[in-house]
């Protein structure tokens, strides 16, 4: 059973760096036939798609983040990970991880999701 | 970007009611639509993609239909298990783009 896991600082201090890793069990991320992504969603909003990368380093960017992120693959086998930069207090949010078919951009398996908090 | 409205906002329903959630997009996605079921604290779910396709596992009464730009997701027979947040998303093009969830919660 695939399991996706995120793991990230819990509160970072505004035009920090946010650091965050997903975790993936029960599949290879190197397999091949998948993107894995970020996907966020603010304290009483709706669930906003971040960006998602293929293990070959193909990525893609929300146009509105683009400028702040970076994802990747790693650091350590099976995971891949986000970087967002110059954070405000508009980035706090659950993120979630997930996986989505190459040649579909819906996502079939999520982490649970973990809360950042931008504060000083 | 592709805009994704849902209707209504909040749902209060009784288990056995059928439940209906609009989604509209803001220009035309064909099918590439999918729904996911979220509760607090919880992965989301899949439950449909191509608008009508049902993920392997999610129970029959799930159904989804629609194109171009109107969408609707029916649960045939509310049961205790599905009082939650659903969501829609747009494949179509990129930025991917969700509804702001419908929470359907206990009249």
């Known amino acids: 059973q695939l399991q996706l896991q995120e793991s990230g600082p819990g509160l970072v201090r505004p035009s920090e760096t946010l650091p965050l890793t997903c975790t993936v069990s029960?599949?290879?991320?190197?397999?091949?036939?998948?993107?894995w992504g970020w996907i966020r969603q603010p304290p009483g909003k709706g669930l906003e798609w971040i960006a998602d990368i293929h293990y070959s380093g193909s990525t893609s960017y929300n146009p509105s983040l683009k400028s702040r992120v970076t994802i990747s693959v790693g650091p350590s086998k099976n995971q891949f990970s986000l970087k967002l930069s110059s954070v405000t207090a508009a980035d706090t949010a659950v993120y979630y991880c997930?996986?989505?078919?190459?040649?579909?951009?819906?996502?079939?398996?999520w982490g649970q999701g973990t809360l950042v908090s931008v504060s000083s | 970007d592709i805009q994704m409205t849902q209707s209504p906002s909040t749902l209060s329903a009784s288990v056995g009611d059928r439940v209906t959630i609009t989604c509209r997009a803001s220009q035309s996605i064909s099918g590439w639509l999918a729904w996911y079921q979220h509760k607090p604290g919880k992965a989301p779910k899949l439950l449909i993609y191509k608008a009508a396709s049902l993920e392997s596992g999610v129970p029959s009464r799930f159904s989804g239909s629609g194109s171009g730009t109107e969408f609707t997701l029916t649960i045939s027979s509310l049961q205790p298990d599905d009082f939650a947040t659903y969501c829609c998303?747009?494949?179509?093009?990129?930025?991917?783009?969700f509804g702001q969830g419908t929470k359907v919660d206990i009249k």
């Open positions: 997930g996986r989505r078919f190459s040649s579909y951009g819906y996502f079939d398996y």
């Open positions: 029960g599949d290879s991320i190197s397999s091949g036939s998948y993107f």
């Open positions: 998303q747009q494949y179509y093009s990129y930025p991917w783009t």
